[in-house]
């Protein structure tokens, strides 16, 4: 096992989720039973008859539960930028250290081992044993609704409080002057009257603002600040009370569009190709079949699609041409997610499959996926918005510094590039939406401009032309005799943007697109044989003598497993929602 599969495994055993029904719950029970039994120790050790008795029993224990707690705390901190992206980096990791949980982590188990550099008696350093006791909140629902109530009301907690404080504070002083000619040896300054104005709020229980006003505006004063103690633990109350019922109802809801998503995907139960008998999932799933199946709403649709990270609504009137005035017809895809901008897949081959638009196109996604899959090939999709303001697409890059996850995207695919040897294939859609229907249904680009269909052309994004053009026309003549497609080169479709994706990653693979037509991406039932064939071709000349065989979830069904993409669970990045 890797390091970084073995950090992913540590994320998922650090998840704080006690209901996921994984293996991994076990250890955060164990967590848990040994949070316990160090509290429990803590509180022996107070007793001195149990001390001399079982003071070596309790030694071990902690001794134990700290060299575990260290292992674990430690390793916490290591996968910290697995459980959540923000904790990416030294800094990042710095960042955790003093978040709520991270900071309680730290100063319940690292304080030990002061005792052997520093003269701190070792009973002093017990008491940061007790904060260990916290830990169990990140475990408790309870407290994240207390948390969730608190952090919703928190704007108008704090307008409450500097009302209050402000009116106090004015009083206090008022106080001071109408009390000053009366008692000048008591009221000698503002701060006395100030201290007294706050400590009835707190019932005064050291005795140290015993001051009371005898003047009758003082009385009156006294009065209007025990209004407000009233009022300065009411009207929180009052917020938090309130709160709690709209956490309560989102909780509930959020149980609720979590149950729908899961159904949603078991809607995208694996389907036999008539022609290849392989399994594959649904390219999508129309609204009126998870209603008929599940019996949801639109709006329940609608509801678990926003909230879930693998989901998304599509329009299939997008897929056809405006000049055929095509009906909506509304559609789920399911897809994968292991990076916040969508799929990554390393299969350590020369040839890499990319889906620059998978978010806005409607199956290019799905069919870059199982292309990539059948041939044994590398596989790249974006497929997450995260900010409707920028682009949607990668093929064109309009701002590399300023396109969230751009970069990393870039990266993934450079990874993936080892030599001049190495073949970069972008899959796009084509004839559908505002574009015009083209006579061909395949067209290739290599970085000429429209209408150039040789190679005498400088910038192409393709180094080994013989080889590439021996591919192309060998699947152009299985494409079109097996299926009726025809194929054509440059064409229709120019690759001389200097904003093409092609021209910003490594130079030395061999870079090419291929858009093909909605006609056959999505609606054409034949597409898993077309992908099965297209991956054959490539798999002979970009990758000569290599063997690769079709993966055997593709020809076996495992009942209960054979739907959507949960075998890449594990690497499943929390990346922000996507938008419907």
């Not at 967590?31 to 008795?53: H, P, Q």
């Not at 730290?106 to 904060?131: D, E, G, N, Q, W």
């Amino acid at each position: 096992m890797s390091a970084e599969t073995f950090k992913q495994e540590l994320a998922r055993v650090f998840d704080d989720d006690l209901h996921t029904k994984q293996w991994h719950n076990y250890v955060d029970y164990a967590i848990i039973g040994l949070i316990l039994l160090s509290t429990l120790e803590v509180f022996l050790s107070t007793y001195d008859g149990i001390v001399d008795r079982y003071g070596l029993w309790l030694m071990i224990v902690d001794y134990f539960t700290t060299a575990f707690f260290s292992i674990e705390v430690t390793l916490r901190i290591w996968a910290a930028d697995q459980i959540d992206p923000k904790y990416r980096g030294f800094w990042g990791r710095v960042r955790y250290c003093f978040s709520f949980y991270g900071f309680i982590d730290l100063i319940s188990t690292y304080p030990f081992y002061l005792h052997f550099f520093m003269p701190v008696p070792y009973v002093a350093l017990k008491v940061f044993r007790i904060a260990r006791l916290m830990r169990i909140f990140r475990y408790v629902k309870a407290f994240h609704i207390l948390r969730k109530a608190m952090c919703s009301k928190k704007d108008e907690m704090i307008v409450s409080l500097e009302f209050l404080t402000i009116i106090t504070i004015i009083l206090s002083f008022v106080l001071f002057f109408v009390e000053h000619d009366a008692q000048p040896d008591v009221y000698d300054n503002g701060w006395t009257s100030v201290l007294w104005a706050f400590a009835q709020y707190i019932g005064d229980p050291g005795g140290f603002a015993d001051t009371p006003p005898i003047t009758f505006v003082g009385r009156v004063i006294a009065c209007i600040i025990g209004v407000l103690g009233i009022a300065i633990f009411a009207v929180p109350a009052g917020l938090v009370a309130s709160a709690f019922s709209e956490v309560m109802e989102e909780d509930a809801h959020e149980s609720d569009t979590k149950k729908w998503a899961d159904e949603i995907r078991h809607c995208f139960k694996f389907v036999q190709c008539r022609y290849t008998k392989l399994l594959r999932t649904p390219q999508y799933v129309p609204f009126a079949t998870i209603q008929q199946k599940y019996n949801l709403s639109v709006e329940e649709i609608l509801s678990a699609v926003k909230d879930s990270t693998d989901l998304r609504i599509k329009n299939l009137a997008t897929a056809l041409c405006v000049d055929d005035r095509p009906a909506d017809k509304l559609v789920v895809e399911h897809f994968l997610v292991n990076r916040p901008y969508g799929g990554f897949i390393n299969r350590h081959s020369k040839v890499t499959i990319v889906s620059t638009s998978s978010v806005v196109e409607v199956a290019t996604g799905h069919v870059a996926y199982y292309l990539a899959k059948m041939g044994g090939f590398n596989y790249v999709s974006k497929e997450i918005i995260q900010d409707m303001d920028k682009s949607l697409s990668y093929y064109n890059i309009v701002d590399e510094d300023g396109e969230p996850n751009l970069r990393l995207f870039l990266d993934d695919i450079n990874s993936l590039i080892t030599g001049p040897d190495c073949w970069v294939v972008f899959l796009l859609s084509a004839s559908g939406g505002e574009d015009p229907v083209y006579p061909t249904q395949f067209h290739y680009i290599v970085g000429g401009p429209k209408g150039m269909d040789n190679y005498d052309i400088p910038n192409l994004t393709v180094k080994d032309t013989a080889t590439f053009d021996s591919m192309m026309r060998e699947l152009s003549s299985q494409i079109e005799t097996k299926y009726g497609l025809t194929s054509d080169l440059q064409r229709y479709h120019a690759g001389t943007n200097p904003k093409n994706i092609a021209r910003h990653i490594d130079s030395r693979a061999n870079a090419f697109t291929i858009r093909v037509a909605w006609s056959v991406t999505c609606w054409d039932y034949r597409i898993t044989q077309i992908s099965k064939t297209i991956a054959e071709a490539f798999g002979k000349y970009f990758e000569p003598g290599i063997k690769k065989d079709v993966p055997d979830d593709m020809k076996d069904r495992i009942v209960g497993e054979d739907y959507g993409y949960r075998f890449y669970s594990d690497t499943v990045f929390k990346s922000e929602k996507n938008k419907v």
